[in-house]
């Protein structure tokens, strides 16, 4: 038999593969930032780019000059009259001193000469005032610090801790955390007993019906009918067949009801106070307003400083008098600061025409509101524009629209939709809202079904599934007709 062996031999492949540039990558990240986090990756380069100046806000436009490298020749005149005497040599000259002076100024601060003891008082008193909201894990980790148990159990209820979900349930089963953890099954018991004992109570519960219990039994009810309700008949609470409920427990509908009653005051959720706050102050990049007889279309560019390249490192370049490596680092410098100005007026005319053609399909909407908010997909709007959906897509994430009727993500205007009985097309935001009103008129004692719904909106000819209807309600945050309905 032959033996066989290993062939080695180099081999040249020719494939494609698309790569993006950093360049390209750089003007992506510029186009979907929101208005908040521009400024700062402005401010940035700015700091990082000598050959980037910033202009007054009500100087020259944008545009000006910025992407051909030529100002204005007012602007060129008054650069050059300032700079005819200044030698590239005075200038690292003068920049060397600056950083002289700023070394000097931190050394004698780190002598202590200038820093006293009523200094560091006042710093620490400022840095102590400052609000900070507490997560969720920093409120019962502190519990369980000041809490006499070992550092085993408070080794557990760390894992414990970063097990909850958001809503402060332990979803995990105690064994699975124990094997993972490399804890005794006992010392996780031992560990959640403690955790469950913890403020918020219900804190570490395993679900919803739990969740209630712990809260029950920790305000000492745990004789109570309200108890015996959520631990042996749960099921029917959440159906809220209290005749049901009532025959089982032998008591009457009036001592059921009182029991839901004191179990509707507990806390569902007890994470949930606790979420990280992430609400931040929206700065909308598009106003719309009425303008006479039409919708008018204005950008919010107060965020955006004014940049251009200096005519003085121009200068230095066209006298000629730099090194191959000085002349280089500028010339680079200037490129990169060309490209981000281009890139910020790309992202700007971009966003104003996603925004005016909005305008052309939402006009109902402007006129009327959310009720009148026709369906519309980033397809439409990317044919039309004549742009690839996925730059739609970059292009209105995190970006906001201030119209009339409030302030609104540009997100919020693409949703798909249905027909209307005269033909019109209807956004599911619509629908939507519909729904809303339609629970929010109903008899409470006799709440609409999904299926009562739908016969309604059919009724207004829009033709939509009752696991539809269903699904819009849980968006809505509204509770099965069931559990709607009052005695």
Avoid at 212 to 219: M, N, R
Wanted: glycine share 6%.
């Amino acid at each position: 038999m032959a033996a066989q062996g290993f062939n080695q031999e180099l081999r040249q492949k020719q494939t494609q593969s698309q790569v993006l540039a950093p360049q390209l990558r750089h003007s992506l990240k510029i186009l979907q930032v929101a208005a908040q986090d521009l400024n700062i990756t402005i401010q940035e380069e700015l700091q990082t780019n000598p050959s980037l100046e910033e202009m007054p806000m009500d100087g020259v436009s944008l545009d000006d000059g910025t992407l051909n490298g030529s100002d204005g020749e007012n602007h060129e005149q008054e650069s050059a009259n300032q700079n005819e005497e200044l030698k590239f040599d005075e200038t690292f000259e003068i920049l060397s001193k600056i950083d002289q002076d700023w070394r000097d100024h931190l050394s004698e601060a780190s002598s202590g000469q200038s820093f006293t003891s009523a200094d560091a008082e006042r710093r620490d008193h400022f840095f102590d005032s400052l609000v900070n909201e507490t997560s969720l894990q920093e409120h019962l980790l502190s519990q369980a610090s000041l809490s006499d148990i070992s550092a085993k159990d408070y080794e557990a209820i760390e894992y414990l801790v970063g097990s909850l979900d958001i809503n402060g349930f332990l979803n995990t089963p105690l064994s699975d955390l124990a094997l993972v953890s490399g804890m005794s099954l006992s010392e996780m018991q031992s560990a959640h007993q403690t955790l469950k004992s913890f403020d918020p109570p219900g804190i570490g519960a395993f679900d919803f019906q739990d969740c209630l219990a712990t809260q029950l039994e920790l305000q000492g009810l745990r004789n109570s009918d309200a108890y015996e309700m959520v631990q042996r008949h749960f099921k029917l609470l959440t159906r809220r067949r209290i005749p049901d409920i009532a025959r089982k427990m032998g008591i009457n509908s009036d001592e059921v009801q009182a029991a839901i009653d004191d179990i509707a005051l507990l806390d569902p959720a007890p994470g949930r106070r606790f979420s990280e706050d992430t609400n931040r102050s929206v700065l909308p990049d598009v106003v719309v307003e009425r303008d006479e007889d039409k919708w008018k279309v204005t950008l919010n560019s107060d965020y955006i400083p004014r940049l251009r390249i200096s005519p003085y490192y121009k200068e230095m370049i066209a006298r000629g008098q730099l090194s191959r490596q000085e002349k280089e680092y500028i010339q680079e410098k200037m490129r990169s600061g060309k490209f981000l100005i281009s890139s910020i007026e790309q992202r700007q005319q971009t966003i104003e025409r996603i925004a005016n053609e909005i305008v052309k399909l939402q006009v109902a909407f402007l006129e009327d509101g959310v009720a009148k908010l026709k369906p519309c997909t980033m397809t439409q709007v990317a044919y039309t524009v004549g742009v690839h959906e996925t730059t739609v897509s970059r292009a209105i994430a995190n970006k906001y629209i201030q119209t009339p009727h409030g302030v609104f993500e540009m997100k919020f205007f693409f949703t798909p939709g249905y027909k209307g009985g005269g033909g019109e097309d209807i956004s599911n935001t619509s629908v939507k809202e519909m729904i809303q009103q339609l629970v929010s008129n109903e008899e409470p004692t006799k709440p609409l079904s999904d299926q009562g719904i739908v016969a309604l909106l059919k009724e207004k000819e829009i033709n939509i599934a009752r696991r539809t209807v269903a699904k819009y309600r849980e968006e809505l945050s509204i509770l099965p007709s069931n559990l709607r309905r009052q005695y």
